[in-house]
């Protein structure tokens, strides 16, 4: 074996030792030396994928994989939603919602109010998609109530992720249910009751301390001089700026609603009609229709020059850029640690202690996602290992396989940190450094993982007495 196809097999702890190390490396070059984060994940990377002998003629192509996989979903969405939140700030349609979400909650209860908001759209619509969809109206009730910006977007975001974490028709709890025969339409009922008390808990409770604690500003992102747009602004109606907010919500919903349509034996994906409504509904198509359409009543339909339209949409993207590189560079870390192996060793050594299925797959897919990052690998690794277990086992009814679902979606979110692409979303749209950021959403994501393993297993538990 030549130098350049060298490829040694190691055991998981030999494997777990390199993770923890490249891990601790990452954080120190980020807080210590202050290496910008998008180099320092890439030189990560490149070690990591060099120590657990990834062979030298895959190295390239694993790491481009992970971050060509990863901005592949985020980079539509984060420029779309970013153009979008640009044109709502600059024409004041951010200020008019923000009037009217303080006149019907009161100023005291604005965070509730965003949160509820954010819960509402955050059933049809991915977290990174709706996160940033509310970014601009987040930013506009932080600027004119004051405070630290966590207290306002950090239930905001729990919201989001609870959602996206616990309830179809989002693709982690789906997967799930399609892997360990599940009913889907009981795995949302009972999402519903994990998710909602997750997020008071988390989103609520511990997002208030962690707005009395954290006196983070609001950040600039987006914001730019909007004294250069003053033209721009027309104060847009309440239903313009709300019907603004639900289209792409509603398009995404009528491609999801189509697909558990399709489940049922409603209608058939393969009629035309169906592919074509199913497109519109993919996220950066709806997207993208909501854009034009701002474009049409935020712009021209107010008889602004197009230059001035295309100058307000184009100031959108320079600031979302770094972003955009830094979860890509995420991605890529997450990318190597998977074609590394690390995540099925580990998750191949827990499977081997015993523990009773519910508990085994929580913790199999809280220790494969602190590993590798990946919530959905996370999530479908677990769900593989066990689905010989309680595939068509009568001994499991409906309610404990939707229960046992839900435990390893709350295993899939435990503790996201840098080698997660969300970690790095949050973190740079809220500017907040690598430290703040494991202080509040690190230990926000394990809080959540707790409470909707906790919830699980109580469902699980008073199922099993039926």
């Known amino acids: 074996m030549t130098d350049l196809e060298m490829n040694w097999v190691l055991e998981a702890p030999a494997l777990l030792g390199i993770a923890a190390a ?15 984060a998008f180099l320092a994940l890439i030189i990560v990377s490149l070690l990591t ?12 192509s694993t790491l481009t994989g992970g971050f060509g996989g990863t901005l592949g979903s985020v980079a539509l969405l984060v420029g779309l939603g970013a153009m979008l939140g640009r044109m709502l700030e600059t024409s004041g349609g951010a ?8 006149a019907r909650f009161g100023e005291k209860r604005a965070p509730l109010a965003l949160s509820i908001a954010s819960l509402m759209f955050g059933f049809p619509i991915f977290f990174d998609a709706g996160l940033v969809v509310m970014l601009p109206i987040i930013f506009s009730v932080a600027r004119r109530l004051g405070g630290s910006f966590l207290g306002y977007a950090f239930p905001a975001a729990v919201a989001f992720s609870v959602m996206h974490i616990f309830v179809p028709p989002h693709p982690g709890p789906v997967a799930a249910t399609g892997l360990l025969g599940a009913d889907v339409g009981l795995v949302l009922v009972l999402g519903l009751l994990v998710a909602l008390p997750s997020w008071y808990f988390v989103g609520h409770l511990f997002g208030r301390w962690v707005g009395r604690r954290y ?4 950040p600039s992102l987006l914001r730019g001089s909007n004294g ?12 313009t700026v709300v019907f603004l907010l639900l289209l792409p919500l509603g398009l995404i919903f009528l491609n999801t609603g189509l697909n558990m349509l399709a489940t049922a034996g409603v209608v058939s994906l393969e009629d035309t009609w169906v592919q074509v409504l199913r497109l519109i509904g993919e996220t950066p198509v709806a997207l993208l229709i909501t854009v034009v359409f701002s474009m049409w009543l935020l712009g021209w339909k107010k008889r602004k020059g197009s230059r ?3 100058t307000v949409v184009d100031s959108a993207l320079g600031p979302v850029c770094s972003i955009i590189l830094i979860t890509g560079a995420g991605g890529m870390y997450g990318g190597v640690l998977r074609a590394s192996g690390i995540g099925g060793a580990i998750a191949d050594s827990l499977d081997a202690v015993g523990l009773p299925v519910i508990v085994a797959g929580f913790v199999i897919a809280a220790v494969v996602r602190v590993a590798q990052g990946s919530a ?16 068509g086992n009568p001994d499991f009814n409906a309610v404990e396989l939707a229960a046992i679902v839900l435990s390893l979606a709350a295993g899939s979110v435990f503790a996201g940190h840098v080698n997660d692409s969300g970690f790095w979303l949050v973190s740079r749209f809220f500017e907040m450094d690598t430290k703040t950021t494991l202080k509040t959403w690190t230990v ?14 109580a469902i699980y538990l008073i199922a099993s007495t039926f």
């Open 22 to 36: 490249g891990i601790a490396l990452l954080l120190l070059m980020i807080m210590k030396f202050k290496i910008h």
């Open 49 to 60: 994928a060099v120590a657990t002998g990834i062979p030298v003629t895959s190295i390239v």
């Open 95 to 102: 200020q008019v919602l923000t009037d009217a979400l303080i």
């Open 215 to 218: 006196q983070i500003p609001v």
């Open 228 to 239: 250069d747009f003053a033209e721009f602004a027309s104060k847009p109606s309440l239903g």
């Open 308 to 310: 001035l339209i295309e």
């Open 376 to 391: 959905t690998v996370a999530l479908t690794t677990a769900a593989a290992l066990v689905q010989p277990v309680v595939m």
């Open 444 to 457: 926000g994501q394990a809080l959540i993982g707790v409470i909707g393993f906790v919830l699980s297993f």
